[in-house]
């Protein structure tokens, strides 16, 4: 019976594919009401993800109540190893400081710039590709002019403008805050782009034109019927953001032109360098930031493989 | 029921949009209650266009579109839901037809959330069930399934499902049935065949003659977005005037001649006198069209109606 049916096989697959398919189908749309969090229970990647990250952001709440030495005191021993004693968890560095209420600290301002900064770049970036490739014309032609403006403003020179300028008339504005928001307002173009592109390979498929006879207009059609289509890349997109975000940040700390109190894992990381933890041999000062901003993006990325396959009825396992 | 009256449709191209292409031009037919027209031609010729144009997802360059006395070709925002009450369309390929991540029978709950919005719940599912197995599928087999689960003639079934929730009157169905097997293609001809018995007026737009004439009341041909030949289907068959018309007919089952030949036959009249594409030898009246009130076709017996070309006996007597 198989071995005859085998050849036919392709010939016939649009007829007999369905019908393979409803019994493995069956048990799983009981539970049509949970589906999502049934497959998302499953999913090893989303839940490996979900728990580095919950570890992480439980780690930047309770670090500092844990430690509550403050991360700027130069007031243990130099240089030391990480030990079990309290506030040499991970170590010292050259100056006598705390690397784990370091890290800590600045775990929380990585994840404020990270979700602030990612979170403004992606609201931006998606708002305007959406809108640039769903209604095309003339829209698109003068948004895609505003994205190319912002796409050749060298970034980091125009925030050192800003900043230095600020230092003079608004020093309260140089906090976490503001930068995250800088950063925010600069990064999102090639969001903008790549969104835009997929959202004109989309808009002209059949089902926008069913959804348009259903009724459905403009902005209802771009959030229920174009956007669930990319979702997991608009995530990708959020996490590329969010990880832009964070180096970003490290930059701008990296030349003075970050907070000027507080902590972050950039400024930690740059610290290190340029005091030679590299050659005193003292990784303890580096590998946590580090580690720590890799483990957050790491998480992420595996999270949105796992949400692809969760959303994406096509990638399911059934 | 429904009159297209010269609709026309311009796409600007080019740098700056610099040159005009006429997709469309002066496309004019009816389509009554329970009354099949099928609207044929080859690739390219503008028929998906002018199946568009009714179902306003593209507008319209000139002409207007008239449903029961109404010019629709105007009708703006919140009151083209209204119309979409009554004009449906199902498009040619099933499985592009259906948002991938969302189940199958979502396109129904779009119709309840748009127009049903107060109906309860289970008043909805027994409507939707019984518009399911009014285009003879199994509700339980159907329902609650992704698009890739099913097969291209159960979605274009549900397709048809769907249109039936609401009042339809007319139903735009482009080339409904060219991806489907040819077990499935006669179940959802005759299911259209149902819905014209139950008044409904159905465009039927293909490139397939035989389905036409199978199953159309009315057949008009397009060619470079103009009407060539248009009337009852036993006359446009029976009796096809316009060269093109004759080639699509004599090419259905066997191809004696060689698509040259055909092609440069078609082309003589056009080169031969220049400017205007549709009306060039008007058989009757012999004179180009001039203004918007000229007809585009010329009548040639009762119910048939055929576009320019210039008549055997004219071109012998003009190269003469």
């Not at chain 1, 170590?91 to 600290?105: H, I, K, L, M, P």
């Not at chain 1, 832009?244 to 990296?254: G, K, M, V």
Request: charged share 20%; with cysteine.
């Amino acid at each position: 019976m198989t071995s005859v049916n085998l050849p036919s096989d392709s010939a016939g697959n649009t007829v007999t594919a369905p019908e393979t398919q409803t019994d493995a189908v069956a048990a799983p749309s009981k539970k049509s009401q949970h589906e999502v969090l049934y497959f998302a229970l499953r999913s090893k990647k989303f839940i490996f993800a979900v728990a580095v990250l919950g570890f992480l952001v439980l780690l930047a709440i309770f670090g500092p109540i844990i430690d509550s030495n403050d991360p700027l005191a130069q007031t243990l021993g130099v240089n030391t190893p990480p030990s079990t004693d309290p506030g040499y968890w991970f170590g010292t560095t050259t100056f006598g400081e705390d690397v784990f209420a370091q890290f800590v600290n600045g775990l929380r301002a990585t994840f404020f710039v990270g979700l602030l900064g990612g979170g403004i770049a992606s609201l931006i970036g998606m708002s305007i590709g959406f809108i640039a490739g769903y209604k095309g014309g003339w829209v698109d032609e003068l948004l895609n002019m505003v994205t190319n403006v912002f796409l050749v403003i060298p970034t980091l020179a125009l925030l050192l403008v800003i900043s230095s300028y600020l230092q003079r008339s608004w020093p309260e504005a140089r906090g976490v805050f503001f930068e995250s928001i800088f950063v925010g307002v600069t990064a999102w173009p090639w969001a903008a782009r790549a969104i835009r592109a997929q959202t004109f390979s989309l808009r002209s498929r059949d089902f926008i034109d069913l959804a348009k006879l259903s009724g459905r207009r403009g902005l209802k059609i771009i959030v229920f019927e174009i956007a669930p289509n990319m979702s997991s890349y608009l995530m990708l997109t959020f996490i590329l953001l969010f990880g832009n975000a964070i180096l970003i940040a490290a930059s701008l700390d990296f030349i003075g032109l970050g907070p000027t109190s507080g902590m972050s894992l950039g400024l930690m990381m740059f610290n290190a360098v340029s005091w030679a933890a590299l050659l005193l041999g003292t990784w303890w000062w580096f590998v946590p930031p580090g580690l720590g901003i890799m483990a957050t993006v790491g998480a992420l990325y595996v999270m949105n493989v796992g949400l692809d396959e969760i959303f994406n009825p096509k990638l399911r396992e059934l | 029921m429904l009159s297209l009256n010269r609709i026309s449709k311009n796409y600007k191209i080019g740098t700056f949009g610099g040159k005009d292409f006429t997709a469309v031009r002066d496309v004019s037919f009816e389509l009554a209650e329970g009354e099949v027209v099928s609207l044929i031609g080859e690739s390219g010729s503008g028929k998906t266009t002018v199946g568009k144009m009714i179902l306003k997802l593209i507008d319209i360059s000139s002409g207007s579109i008239v449903l029961d006395g109404v010019d629709v070709s105007t009708v703006k925002g919140k009151d083209v839901k209204g119309y979409y009450r009554q004009v449906q369309g199902v498009f040619q390929d099933p499985f592009s037809s259906y948002n991938p991540i969302f189940k199958a029978d979502r396109v129904f709950s779009l119709i309840r959330v748009e127009y049903f919005p107060e109906m309860a719940r289970s008043e909805w599912d027994d409507k939707v069930e019984a518009a399911v197995r009014a285009v003879t599928l199994d509700p339980g087999q159907v329902l609650n399934k992704y698009p890739h689960q099913l097969s291209g003639g159960q979605l274009q079934r549900l397709l048809v499902a769907r249109a039936l929730l609401l009042d339809l009157k007319v139903l735009v169905a482009d080339e409904i049935i060219s991806m489907l097997d040819a077990s499935t293609r006669i179940d959802v001809l005759n299911l259209l065949a149902d819905l014209k018995s139950r008044g409904m007026g159905i465009l039927f737009i293909t490139h397939d003659l035989s389905l036409g004439n199978y199953i159309s009341e009315k057949t008009v041909i397009l060619r470079h977005g103009v009407i060539v030949e248009m009337g009852a289907t036993e006359k446009v068959f029976g009796n096809p005037t316009h060269p093109y018309t004759r080639m699509l007919i004599s090419s259905v089952p066997q191809l004696h001649k060689k698509w040259a030949q055909i092609e440069s036959e078609l082309a003589a009249p056009i080169a031969g006198r220049g400017g205007c594409l549709f009306h060039e030898a008007y058989p009757l009246a012999g004179r180009t069209a001039d203004s918007k009130d000229d007809p585009t076709l010329a009548k040639i017996e009762d119910n048939h109606f055929v576009g320019c070309f210039e008549l055997e006996s004219e071109k012998t007597a003009r190269v003469a």
